[in-house]
């Protein structure tokens, strides 16, 4: 099973809310994830979905709105089975629901298509408007839940693809966007994608953050669990690539230090070199993968690192040349 039919899956099967959630979540439902039909001179919607149980779920959130509203709609689901690979279709099919519509959001009161996000019950999801109330956080919620049922497409952990929210149009995906911000996802961003607007979240983070708030925990604690894996694994290979590039380093040092110090033995003026040097290089010959720290560990008495490095630089003259003496 696919991240997207999980987590579709593990929302359809949440317990309903109250009546006001309800109402907020089949709006999300039909916004994002069906269309409005016009048969005979009446106003009816579609819902299609390939997930079986968000098919089922709007049926139970139409139920929980018309006893809350006492309006009546008609209402069927159909099943179309393809042939091949390509998953069976579920359409859940209303008809000549323009009263239950408006009360959703989905229609203005004057019958005309609403370009973004539903407002059943007076309130704005998105927080903006002059003309309209702020939404209440459970309703905002219950609507982003019905989006990501119906049109939320959630990446494989590890992948490429940003997780995003298919929307019907600007207006609609401007306003989701925004919404989400409100949730917990500031990097929300709306953008078109050849014929259509989707809504994109790329910060690991926050699509967790949405998955909690909508109530996938199932889907939030493997998408943590995957990001953290992720993370601890990244921390663990720079850790790794500085560890080597330490060791490629000091092995260098050491091999020019070593030059240095054949040369010097070699020389006239190795004798002239105060006593000190002497030890330090008689050190470093004999502990050719030794730190400088651990170098000044074997002297005695002990030295620090920087008095090591700079005992090891006067062997240059004695050497005859610039090599060496670095690390």
Do not use: C
């Not at 009161?109 to 309130?123: E, F, K, T, W, Y």
């Not at 989701?176 to 790329?202: E, F, Q, T």
């Amino acid at each position: 099973m696919s991240a997207t039919v999980a987590v579709r899956e593990e929302l359809a099967h949440r317990a309903p809310g109250g009546p006001a959630d309800a109402a907020a979540e089949l709006a999300g439902l039909l916004r994002f994830g069906g269309a409005l039909t016009l048969s005979g001179g009446a106003i009816g919607h579609t819902l299609e979905t390939s997930v079986g149980a968000v098919a089922r779920r709007a049926r139970v959130l139409l139920d929980a709105v018309r006893t809350a509203t006492g309006l009546q709609v008609e209402a069927s689901v159909e099943v179309h089975r393809r042939a091949g690979v390509r998953p069976t279709r579920y359409r859940v099919v209303l008809a000549d629901a323009a009263p239950l519509l408006t009360a959703l959001g989905l229609l203005d009161p004057a019958g005309r298509p609403v370009d973004g996000l539903p407002v059943p019950a007076g309130g704005d999801p998105a927080g903006e408007g002059p003309a309209r109330p702020r939404r209440a956080r459970p309703e905002a919620v219950a609507l982003l839940r019905g989006a990501l049922m119906a049109a939320g497409a959630l990446g494989e952990p590890g992948a490429q693809e940003p997780d995003e929210v298919r929307a019907p149009g600007e207006q609609a995906a401007v306003e989701l966007a925004a919404l989400l911000a409100r949730l917990g996802a500031p990097g929300a961003r709306a953008a078109p994608h050849g014929d259509h607007w989707r809504v994109v979240v790329k910060a690991g983070d926050q699509v967790a953050t949405l998955l909690a708030r909508a109530g996938a925990h199932t889907a939030f604690l493997h998408l943590d669990g995957a990001r953290l894996r992720r993370q601890l694994r990244g921390e663990a290979n720079r850790a790794a690539n500085a560890d080597r590039a330490n060791l490629s380093r000091a092995v260098g040092a050491s091999t020019r230090q070593l030059r240095v110090i054949t040369r010097a033995l070699g020389s006239p003026g190795w004798a002239d070199l105060p006593e000190e040097v002497r030890a330090v290089a008689l050190a470093r010959l004999a502990n050719p993968e030794a730190s400088l720290a651990e170098l000044g560990g074997l002297l005695d008495p002990p030295v620090g690192k920087a008095t090591v490095h700079r005992r090891l630089a006067r062997l240059l003259p004695a050497a005859g040349g610039p090599d060496g003496g670095d690390g």
